[in-house]
């Protein structure tokens, strides 16, 4: 819901930019930081709510690969954007993972899930996950106390080091307790510049106009929406609250089992 308690799709109603002047964007917190359940927006439900992920019929937690625990950032999305899985990126050569854009948010307040903040891009890396472009953009909620001094990814080298070296070893390494192979990244693994992730932003936000128009197929990617007036799938108040109505009511949350706090240990290659 908005602030005035009407329902909206966290995927499609949140404006991209909370500045555009600035290049300040909104931000949906999925997971806060030090958390393991991974929770994302569900881009295939009707109004997209804010999900835990399923595979093989169990609820997915992000395991702990030595040092890390749980997500070392809040980790999130930026709304009205889409990595279409139609486009080769022409930097990094792979189709997108057709999701919203991920954002690892790493000022020092542990946010809320469901929280919508401003965040300022200071840049980027390019994941390669299962073959599909991944984008990663780094930033920093504009009223944390030092956002003032980031501008730029290199802020980020100076004033956290070696919080960009654990970014790219923790997506690295991931997905290795669940048999998987290390991760990839395009350029090395090297972080792009502000500039650059700025321009990533925007291209992904100019395919999710193209989804919400209906001049893409989204597959099963669900548009319903309720403030882009223009869209096909736009719909009413009336609409929505019938699909919320019709939900399952929420029932008590499952206890986290003890095996999500297990540490792994693995020699970095």
Not at 154 to 169: F, I, Q, S
């Amino acid at each position: 819901e908005d602030a005035a308690g009407r329902y909206i799709s966290p995927f499609h109603d949140i404006p991209i930019f909370a500045d555009p002047g600035k290049n300040v964007f909104n931000m949906v917190v999925e997971v806060p930081r030090w958390t393991n359940a991974k929770m994302e927006i569900a881009t295939k439900d009707p109004l997209n709510p804010i999900k835990q992920d399923v595979k093989k019929g169990k609820l997915r937690y992000v395991a702990n690969v030595f040092p890390h625990k749980g997500y070392i950032w809040n980790y999130g999305a930026i709304p009205q954007t889409w990595e279409d899985p139609g486009h080769k990126d022409e930097n990094t050569g792979c189709c997108g993972d057709n999701d919203p854009i991920d954002v690892c948010e790493i000022g020092s307040k542990v946010c809320s899930r469901g929280e919508v903040i401003k965040v300022k891009v200071l840049g980027t890396l390019a994941l390669i996950d299962e073959g599909e472009t991944d984008w990663k953009i780094i930033a920093i909620n504009v009223e944390d106390p030092e956002a003032d001094n980031y501008n730029d990814i290199n802020d980020v080298r100076r004033m956290k080091p070696g919080y960009l070296e654990a970014t790219v070893d923790w997506f690295r390494r991931y997905k290795v307790p669940d048999g998987k192979p290390e991760n990839q990244f395009a350029f090395n693994g090297e972080f792009k510049d502000k500039d650059f992730a700025v321009n990533v932003i925007k291209c992904t936000h100019e395919h999710w106009k193209a989804l919400i128009a209906k001049k893409t197929d989204g597959g099963e990617i669900n548009c319903t929406n309720l403030t882009v007036s223009d869209s096909p799938f736009c719909c009413s108040q009336e609409c929505a609250k019938a699909t919320v109505d019709a939900a399952p009511p929420c029932k008590a949350a499952n206890p986290i089992p003890p095996e999500v706090d297990k540490w792994f240990y693995y020699q970095k290659n």
